[in-house]
Nanobody, 115 residues
Framework: VQLVESGGGLVQPGGSLRLSCAAS????????MSWFRQAPGKERELVAA????????KYADSVKGRFTISRDNAKNTVYLEMNSLKPEDTAVYYCATGFSVHKAWGQGTQVTVSS
């Protein structure tokens, strides 16, 4: 199983970023997928998750209305669209397999929100 995140970077407050996670080594369409983040000195937290067909989703309260998780099963890729970014969104973002149980993780991509 391999998960490779991309799309992180430095963005000003109020800006947007789109993270991607390319998956390989398993049947992507049969797994829910999730995004987590970990800020310095804080525990890793769930940001968003969706089911195999994306008909079920969940979001952290802190990102509801600003972040959107989506997936393209034909491309074995899950996305995290992040809008209206705030400095408190600064963290390393990780994708993981599963909607509720997470067995495989990517290496993470840094998102920094700063002026």
């Amino acid at each position: 199983v391999q998960l490779v995140e991309s799309g992180g970077g430095l963005v000003q407050p109020g800006g947007s970023l789109r993270l991607s996670c390319a998956a390989s080594g398993f049947t992507f369409s049969t797994y829910g997928m999730s995004w987590f983040r970990q800020a310095p000195g804080k525990e890793r937290e769930l940001v968003a998750a969706n089911s195999t067909t994306a008909d079920a989703t969940k979001y952290a309260d802190s990102v509801k209305g600003r972040f959107t998780i989506s997936r393209d099963n034909a491309k074995n890729t899950v996305y995290l669209e992040m809008n209206s970014l705030k400095p408190e969104d600064t963290a390393v973002y990780y994708c993981a397999t599963g909607f509720s149980v997470h067995k495989a993780w990517g290496q993470g991509t840094q998102v920094t929100v700063s002026s």
